[in-house]
């Protein structure tokens, strides 16, 4: 069973570029959360989807940030217009659901340097 | 806004030492999970706790959910150098919303 996919795993961008960011969930997994993890800070939550809908995007930055979950294919986290402090580790995971244990599992990361 | 505080942050000790890593935080959590992080890599599910007072063990590791299900914590019992890494704590929202809160993790070394 292959686990949650992401890529690239490094993405180099200079100012005023777009980055794109993809994630694969779980073999039978419907449920894609997005984190954030700056240098020497902890996971941020920044969205929750479910197929085709966004149900959380407490943790998203107004501007320049939107994701996606297509009915097919991944999901896709897009960063418009990026500045250097959007330099980050950004992660994805997946769940079967959202209730109970909650369990979710992660991606390797994309790691994201703005130049 | 819900947080958890981890502590310590860091933690150096010699192989064969027992230590505990604590999670807490004044609010309730519907569950509990505990990850390790390797550098460069995404966290690795350790274990998930559900029930306030649950208790569970993964070989040398001792994993506690406290009884009001607001506070958690791990013990490594005879740490090894292979056990070296950052230890995440992540509880879920008692609304249910499908995020998770992390704590600010603890870096692990066990020297041999």
């Known amino acids: 069973n292959a686990g949650v996919m992401q890529n690239p795993r490094h993405l180099v961008r200079r100012r005023g570029q777009e980055a794109r960011l993809r994630c694969s969930p779980m073999?039978?997994?419907?449920?894609v959360y997005w984190y954030r993890q700056l240098p020497e800070e902890g996971l941020k939550f920044m969205v929750y989807?479910?197929?085709?809908?966004?149900?959380?995007e407490s943790g998203m930055p107004k501007e320049r940030f939107s994701a996606e979950f297509p009915k097919e294919g991944p999901s896709i986290l897009r960063i418009q217009q990026v500045v250097r402090g959007d330099s980050a580790a950004y992660f994805c995971?997946?769940?079967?659901?959202?209730?109970?244990?909650?369990?979710?599992?992660f991606g390797p990361g994309t790691r994201l340097t703005v130049l | 806004t819900q947080l958890l505080e981890q502590s310590p942050q860091f933690l150096s000790i010699q192989e064969g030492e027992n230590l505990t890593v604590y999670c807490n935080s004044s609010s309730v959590f519907s569950s509990l999970q505990w990850y390790r992080q390797e550098p460069g890599e995404g966290p690795v599910l350790l274990v998930t706790v559900v029930t306030g007072g649950e208790v569970k063990k993964l070989k040398r590791l001792t994993f506690q959910f406290g009884d009001a299900r607001k506070d958690s914590s791990l013990h490594i019992t005879a740490a090894q150098p292979g056990d070296t890494g950052l230890y995440l704590c992540a509880g879920a929202s008692s609304s249910n919303t499908g995020k998770l809160i992390f704590g600010q993790g603890t870096t692990l070394q066990v020297k041999p």
């Open positions: 073999k039978g997994h419907s449920h």
């Open positions: 989807l479910q197929k085709e809908n966004i149900i959380d």
């Open positions: 995971a997946s769940s079967r659901v959202r209730t109970g244990g909650n369990e979710q599992f």
